[in-house]
T-cell receptor, first 111, second 115 residues
């Protein structure tokens, strides 16, 4: 079945360092979404990417969707302690409404 | 800001007992979902619901599970005979009419503990 792999599983950085998490799908996606889950919280939507090669920015966060629409990345520039949490990618294939989630990358930031 | 609400926040139940988890999706949303997350693990899709019927379900969503929209606002997940491995955080989510960005709004979750 369709799978979404996400790496790394954990990342520990010093405040101010950059951070990147990568997602790879076994199948072509119609779109990919990114969510952030704070410890003890629920997933909160960050962004959706739809077009091949799309790049979107939200302040220090940069999201990319690969040309083949099978991979995606989230890059955080100059991390802050408020960035702590688990970042999930979740993809949809075709007209399917089901989101297939990656395992998530847990980010810890040392002040 | 509209939000998805879930009750209870925490439920402890004995193995073999039935539980009902309740959700009130955002009022003008049309698609409803249940996900579960075992502690520290990924979010797993259980079921989606549209137009008063199940539109998709995962292999996890077996005969022990059922969903219902008993009135215009509530969306429930029933587990008929709970097992220890059903212990997890259960999230309800809803999305709008589907055109364009289909952001899923999640509730705060119900932590189910089966003992």
């Amino acid at each position: 079945g369709q799978q979404v792999m996400q790496i790394p599983q954990y990342q520990h950085v010093q405040e101010g360092e950059d951070f990147t998490t990568y997602c790879n799908s076994s199948t072509t996606l119609s779109n990919i979404q990114w969510y952030k889950q704070r410890p003890g919280g629920h997933p909160v939507f960050l962004i959706q990417l739809v077009k091949s090669g799309e790049v979107k920015k939200q302040k220090r966060l940069t999201f990319q969707f690969g040309e083949a629409k099978k991979n995606s990345s989230l890059h955080i520039t100059a991390t802050q302690t408020t960035d702590v949490g688990t970042y999930f990618c979740a993809g949809r294939a075709g007209n399917n409404r089901k989101l297939i989630w990656g395992l998530g990358t847990s980010l810890a930031v040392n002040p | 800001e509209p939000e998805v609400t879930q009750t209870p926040s925490h439920q402890v139940t004995q193995m073999g007992q039935e539980v009902i988890l309740r959700c009130v999706p955002i009022s003008n949303h049309l698609y409803f979902y249940w996900y579960r997350q075992i502690l520290g693990q990924k979010v797993e899709f259980l079921v989606s619901f549209y137009n008063n019927e199940i539109s998709e379900k995962s292999e996890i969503f077996d005969d022990q599970f059922s969903v219902e929209r008993p009135d215009g606002s509530n969306f429930t997940l029933k587990i008929r005979s709970t097992k220890l491995e059903d212990s997890a955080m259960y999230f309800c989510a809803s999305t709008g009419s589907g055109g364009g960005i289909t952001e899923a709004f999640f509730g705060q979750g119900t932590r189910l503990t089966v003992v």
